[in-house]
Every structure is written in structure tokens, then in C-alpha cells.
């Protein structure tokens, strides 16, 4: 067996997988694993996600993480569908991508992958009136996909690439420290560009097809907090040379916090921001060797003041917006945590923080 086909996946539409799952079963080269990692789905998605999955007949790697109240990050995420991974050369994709039938097959007889080679594929992305089975016909005509082209993806976009693992693991794979979206696939094409002798090829999006299947925007860029998707940015800029990274927040990741662990409980009552926010730094330096169990609930327009008292910068939004804003205060200080699991409901929050 030769290839690795490395997904992620967390809390998405059912039927978006089964059409991803459909564009697999339908390829005329069979000889690929098919990683699949259920990166900490919500439970109303697990049962779901596990019945489909039995229903394909495909060589199948589940990787299944349980519900937890961790924030997504996508380079974690394929770090460990990688490190499980059987076959010598790993494909990374997303769960929107749709494979023309053909696509393995033309790899094995058009493209010579070695270990001095990185490739990187395109796709077309699609509007919502395409009738996605007609792109797994055998008899599929490219005139019939061309009027509901919306774009393709531009050549700065690297998330589609297909990297022998021997490659992957001489930068250790992706950098973990980009959470929630962007810059972990550029990054990783930095890096590899600072390797000696590693040539970088662009398959054309007309010889080796893949679809972006539509879907509404996503939420996830919305809720960034400004400051970090800047900061995630200088990183990468600042770091370019640095071509082996640390995986410092796998463990952070992949361990789940024991039922039997011992907290000291902190329910903050929901007086004023100014607070909050003092209460919130207060018991992290407190308790600085304790594990923290800290629970509090604010208006909206407590919870924007909250925010200004920690120095995160935000728009005008919902109640969700300020509370996952909530995030950076949590990215700013969990490399001074061992774990940690956050929680967040209607108006309430709960943030587990594991010191030892």
C-alpha cells in the first residue's frame, strides 16, 4: 500500500462527509489507507460519524478523540492522524474535497514522488447548485462543472499537499501553536522550503480534479479574536527558519483530564467585569500549584467590558463572539498549564486548568 489519505474532522454536516467519503469509495486506485481523525466532536456528532464511516468499505484508520473542551487545531489534528499513518507517502486533505475518481490513479502513472518532492494540489470551488454525484459518473464532462466554478485556489494556499513522510517527520510535522484557523499549512511550506535538495510542484487543477464542496461561510474566522490572528501571523513570519518544531501542546491535546482529579472549585460571581477580571488573575496566581475549576456567567455588556479589561481586542457581536473571544485569554496563558478543558454554554463558562 502506498498512500495515506489524512483527514480531520469536527462537528461538520453529516452529508458533507458522506460525499467525501463517496469521492473515495469511488476511486479507481484502491491501494490507500483512508486516516480518519474525529478530533473532539461534539457528542450528537460521534454516533453519527461512527454509523456512516461502517457503512463504507474502505481500509480505514479511525482515530476517535472524545468530547472535549478543546479548542480546534487543525495542525494537531493531522500531526496525529500522521504519526498513525501506515504508508510512506501522506496526502492532506479537508472534509470539503471531493476527489475526481481517477485521482490515485493518475498520481501512480503521471507524478513521480520521491523524497525530494512536495507536491501540492488545487480545487475548484463549487456553488451550491452543483449536483455533486454527477462528478463521480464515469462518463463526468468538465464542461458540465465550469458555470458553477466560483474560484480555484491560489498557489499561497497550501492546506492540499501530498509530503513522503520522510519529509514530515524531518520538521516534525506541522507547528501546533496555530489553533482555530490559518497559517499551519503556510508555515509547514516555509519550513520544508529551508530543506536542502526538496523540489515543490503544483498539480494542475484541470489534470488532477478535486472539488471544494459549498457550504456557508464558517464561523470560525469570525470568532478570532483580532489580536491573535495577527499575532499567529508574526509568529509565522519570525519563525520561517526554524524548520524543526516542538510539538509543546500535544500533550495539552491528546490526553484526556482524569475524572479523579482533584480541583479547587472557583465560582465567580457575576458582579462587574472589573471583577471578573481581577478574580480571574488573582486565583491563577493564588493557586499557582493547584488544578483550577473555575466557573462564571456575564451579560453581553459585561462580558465586552471583560474584554476590554483583558486587553483583547474585539467587534461588535453576539454573546458566542465575546465568550469564544474568551479564547486568547486562554491561548495567552496555557503554556503555563499542563492541561486544560474548556467549556462553553449559553452565557456560562467553565475552564478546567491542570498544573501538574
Given at each position: 500500500?502506498?498512500?495515506s489519505?489524512?483527514?480531520?474532522?469536527?462537528?461538520?454536516?453529516?452529508?458533507?462527509?458522506?460525499?467525501?467519503?463517496?469521492?473515495?469509495k469511488?476511486?479507481?486506485?484502491?491501494?490507500?489507507?483512508?486516516?480518519?481523525?474525529?478530533y473532539?466532536?461534539?457528542?450528537?456528532?460521534?454516533?453519527?460519524?461512527?454509523?456512516?464511516?461502517?457503512?463504507?468499505?474502505?481500509?480505514?484508520?479511525?482515530?476517535?478523540?472524545?468530547?472535549?473542551?478543546?479548542?480546534?487545531?487543525?495542525?494537531?489534528?493531522?500531526?496525529?492522524?500522521?504519526?498513525?499513518?501506515?504508508?510512506?507517502?501522506?496526502?492532506?486533505?479537508d472534509?470539503?474535497?471531493?476527489?475526481?475518481?481517477?485521482?490515485?490513479?493518475?498520481?501512480d502513472?503521471?507524478?513521480?514522488?520521491?523524497?525530494?518532492?512536495?507536491?501540492?494540489?488545487?480545487?475548484?470551488?463549487?456553488?451550491?447548485?452543483?449536483k455533486?454525484?454527477s462528478?463521480?459518473?464515469?462518463?463526468?464532462?468538465?464542461?458540465?462543472?465550469?458555470r458553477?466554478?466560483?474560484?480555484?485556489?491560489?498557489?499561497?494556499?497550501?492546506?492540499l499537499?501530498i509530503?513522503?513522510?520522510?519529509?514530515?517527520?524531518?520538521?516534525?510535522g506541522?507547528?501546533e501553536?496555530?489553533?482555530?484557523w490559518?497559517?499551519?499549512?503556510?508555515?509547514?511550506?516555509?519550513?520544508?522550503?529551508?530543506?536542502?535538495?526538496?523540489?515543490f510542484?503544483?498539480?494542475?487543477?484541470?489534470?488532477?480534479?478535486?472539488?471544494?464542496?459549498?457550504?456557508?461561510?464558517?464561523?470560525?474566522?469570525?470568532?478570532?479574536?483580532?489580536?491573535?490572528?495577527?499575532?499567529?501571523?508574526?509568529?509565522?513570519?519570525?519563525?520561517?527558519?526554524?524548520?524543526?518544531?516542538?510539538?509543546?501542546?500535544?500533550?495539552?491535546?491528546?490526553?484526556e483530564?482524569?475524572?479523579?482529579?482533584?480541583?479547587?472549585?472557583?465560582?465567580?460571581?457575576?458582579?462587574?467585569?472589573?471583577?471578573?477580571?481581577?478574580?480571574?488573575?488573582?486565583?491563577?496566581?493564588?493557586?499557582?500549584?493547584?488544578?483550577l475549576?473555575?466557573?462564571?456567567?456575564?451579560?453581553?455588556?459585561?462580558?465586552?467590558?471583560?474584554?476590554?479589561?483583558?486587553?483583547?481586542?474585539?467587534?461588535n457581536?453576539s454573546?458566542?463572539?465575546?465568550?469564544?473571544?474568551?479564547?486568547?485569554?486562554?491561548?495567552?496563558?496555557?503554556?503555563?498549564?499542563?492541561?486544560?478543558?474548556?467549556?462553553?454554554?449559553?452565557?456560562?463558562?467553565?475552564?478546567?486548568?491542570?498544573?501538574?
Amino acid at each position: 500500500m502506498k498512500y495515506s489519505i489524512i483527514v480531520g474532522y469536527r462537528n461538520k454536516e453529516i452529508n458533507r462527509v458522506k460525499l467525501f467519503l463517496d469521492s473515495l469509495k469511488n476511486q479507481t486506485n484502491s491501494d490507500f489507507e483512508l486516516v480518519f481523525v474525529n478530533y473532539f466532536s461534539d457528542t450528537n456528532f460521534q454516533s453519527d460519524i461512527k454509523a456512516i464511516l461502517k457503512n463504507y468499505n474502505l481500509n480505514l484508520n479511525l482515530i476517535d478523540l472524545p468530547p472535549s473542551g478543546k479548542i480546534w487545531n487543525r495542525a494537531n489534528c493531522l500531526n496525529i492522524g500522521a504519526d498513525q499513518s501506515k504508508n510512506d507517502i501522506l496526502i492532506f486533505t479537508d472534509i470539503d474535497i471531493l476527489f475526481e475518481r481517477n485521482f490515485l490513479e493518475k498520481l501512480d502513472s503521471k507524478v513521480e514522488i520521491t523524497n525530494n518532492t512536495v507536491y501540492y494540489y488545487k480545487c475548484f470551488f463549487i456553488d451550491n447548485k452543483f449536483k455533486y454525484d454527477s462528478f463521480f459518473d464515469i462518463d463526468f464532462k468538465m464542461k458540465n462543472l465550469k458555470r458553477h466554478i466560483i474560484k480555484v485556489s491560489g498557489i499561497n494556499e497550501k492546506g492540499l499537499s501530498i509530503i513522503p513522510k520522510e519529509v514530515f517527520k524531518r520538521i516534525n510535522g506541522f507547528d501546533e501553536y496555530y489553533r482555530i484557523w490559518g497559517f499551519e499549512d503556510l508555515d509547514l511550506f516555509y519550513r520544508m522550503e529551508n530543506l536542502k535538495k526538496l523540489n515543490f510542484y503544483f498539480l494542475s487543477e484541470f489534470d488532477f480534479q478535486t472539488l471544494h464542496q459549498w457550504h456557508p461561510p464558517s464561523k470560525n474566522n469570525i470568532y478570532l479574536p483580532l489580536d491573535w490572528i495577527n499575532f499567529m501571523r508574526n509568529y509565522m513570519n519570525n519563525n520561517k527558519k526554524q524548520i524543526f518544531r516542538e510539538r509543546i501542546y500535544s500533550k495539552k491535546y491528546y490526553d484526556e483530564i482524569d475524572n479523579n482529579t482533584n480541583f479547587v472549585n472557583l465560582n465567580l460571581p457575576a458582579t462587574s467585569p472589573s471583577s471578573i477580571s481581577f478574580q480571574l488573575y488573582n486565583f491563577i496566581t493564588q493557586y499557582s500549584n493547584k488544578n483550577l475549576f473555575i466557573e462564571f456567567k456575564l451579560t453581553k455588556t459585561n462580558f465586552v467590558n471583560l474584554l476590554n479589561k483583558l486587553n483583547i481586542r474585539h467587534v461588535n457581536s453576539s454573546i458566542q463572539y465575546y465568550y469564544e473571544s474568551f479564547f486568547y485569554f486562554i491561548l495567552l496563558n496555557e503554556v503555563n498549564w499542563y492541561n486544560y478543558d474548556f467549556l462553553l454554554e449559553k452565557e456560562k463558562i467553565n475552564l478546567k486548568i491542570i498544573r501538574n
